[in-house]
């Protein structure tokens, strides 16, 4: 929950060695699970290729947020700021439904766009628009999704849910 007390309405967790949390204290990253202590579930080797092949920082990725949207769900407009990097893009994979993405610029007041991020797609954040105020308005109805590329989660799937893995590095980039 963010520091208003009430629940996102998208389910969230972590993979990774880092995790990121959000309570009545704030946002932060973390090692452990907030609830349990125990270390987040390592990020699957899928995720850690897409980083190696897509996102062209040298430096691993740190944390894998997953972040369930079930039908009506959404995520306001926000910046990826809780990183102490920069200079790594944040990586957005989409698997499920078809959600509508909408992003602007570096401040919250400039213009708007939208697109259709659908099951496979990735989406990489970086450079000077690293810090673009983004997030998603809806997840369309299942009527207007595109064949799926096959279920990973299958009751969410199948219920018209979709799941994003957005991959971040946290720390600072050491030079060699």
């Not at 969230?12 to 946002?27: E, I």
């Not at 430096?59 to 949207?69: I, K, M, Q, R, S």
């Not at 079930?70 to 499920?96: I, N």
Request: proline share 10%; glycine share 10%; aromatic share 6%.
């Amino acid at each position: 929950m963010p520091r208003t007390g009430k629940p996102f309405s998208v389910r969230m967790t972590n993979c990774g060695p880092l995790g990121w949390v959000s309570d009545r204290a704030g946002y932060r990253y973390q090692a452990t699970h907030p609830e349990t202590g125990r270390p987040w579930p390592a990020m699957p080797a899928a995720a850690r290729r897409a980083w190696t092949e897509l996102a062209g920082c040298p430096a691993e990725p740190e944390a894998c947020l997953v972040n369930l949207y079930a039908p009506g769900t959404r995520m306001g407009l926000h910046q990826d700021r809780d990183e102490a990097e920069f200079s790594a893009p944040v990586l957005s994979l989409s698997l499920g439904a078809t959600a509508l993405f909408r992003y602007g610029g570096l401040s919250r007041s400039d213009p708007t766009r939208s697109v259709r991020l659908s099951s496979g797609d990735a989406l990489v954040i970086g450079g000077p628009s690293r810090l673009i105020f983004h997030g998603v308005d809806r997840i369309l109805p299942a009527d207007l999704l595109a064949p799926m590329t096959g279920p990973v989660l299958p009751e969410a799937v199948a219920a018209g849910g979709r799941l994003n893995l957005t991959l971040r590095r946290v720390s600072a980039i050491r030079p060699a």
